[in-house]
């Protein structure tokens, strides 16, 4: 079976500093890999995904995160973040294109002016 | 707009009354799946639906029930609601094309029961 951990429940950063999230994940066989945002009140949006390919992958809203077989992490980054970044975002695993998601807790970025 | 609809919006429900959501999405989404948001937690798979028929189910009891109905719309059904039954429920059909691939969520619906 499929998990997800997110290791920060909550993030705090500063308007226009760097932040990472990290996902970690442990599957059996062969995962893709996403990234959702959710904003109050409102349901996912997908950032990005991991299919196969190159391990470095680029999403909406100038993240990126980068798949690591080794380590069974994909953690998301975004060079420099803005206020209305302010969001949960939440890692997730599948085993193949229509599977089922299985999500991880979430991890809550507040970005301060 | 991201093609899937849902509806009601919010739903406030007495316990052990019976409750019944409904998502809307667009031609060609054959693939549907319903999850169940507590507050603070991730979503958690419910079921799914491919050509009218549930593929696939988590670990929640019977009295959550579904349908898919040819024009790919579906329905959650949830009887003999319960406290914990309060949550936001999402809906998410899988689509190709146009450059897009994987599911796309519903708003959700908020249900909180009484």
């Known amino acids: 079976a499929q998990s997800v951990t997110q290791l920060d429940s909550q993030v705090p950063v500063f308007e226009e500093a760097p932040v990472e999230l990290r996902c970690n994940y442990s599957s059996s066989v062969s995962v893709y890999l996403f990234w959702y945002v959710q904003y109050p009140n409102q349901g996912l949006q997908l950032l990005l995904k991991y299919l196969s390919g190159s391990t470095l992958v680029k999403g909406i809203n100038g993240f990126e995160a980068e798949f690591n077989k080794s380590q069974t992490s994909f953690h998301l980054r975004k060079p420099s973040v803005h206020i209305s970044d302010t969001a949960e975002y939440f890692c997730a695993v599948s085993k193949y294109n229509t599977d089922k998601l299985i999500f991880g807790t979430g991890t809550r970025l507040q970005v301060f002016p | 707009e991201t093609g899937v609809t849902q509806s009601p919006t919010h739903l406030i429900k007495t316990r052990g009354q019976q409750v019944t959501l409904r998502c809307s999405s667009q031609s060609g989404h054959n693939t549907v799946s319903w999850y169940q948001q507590a507050l603070g937690q991730g979503p958690q798979f419910i079921f799914q639906y491919y050509r009218e028929e549930e593929n696939g189910r988590g670990n929640f009891p019977p009295r959550f029930s579904g349908l898919q109905f040819p024009n790919y719309s579906s329905e959650l059904n949830v009887n003999a609601l319960e406290l914990d039954d309060s949550a936001l429920y999402l809906c998410?059909?899988?689509?190709?094309?146009?450059?897009?691939?994987?599911?796309?969520f519903g708003s959700g619906t908020r249900l909180t029961v009484v």
């Open positions: 998410a059909s899988f689509f190709t094309g146009g450059g897009h691939y994987g599911y796309t």
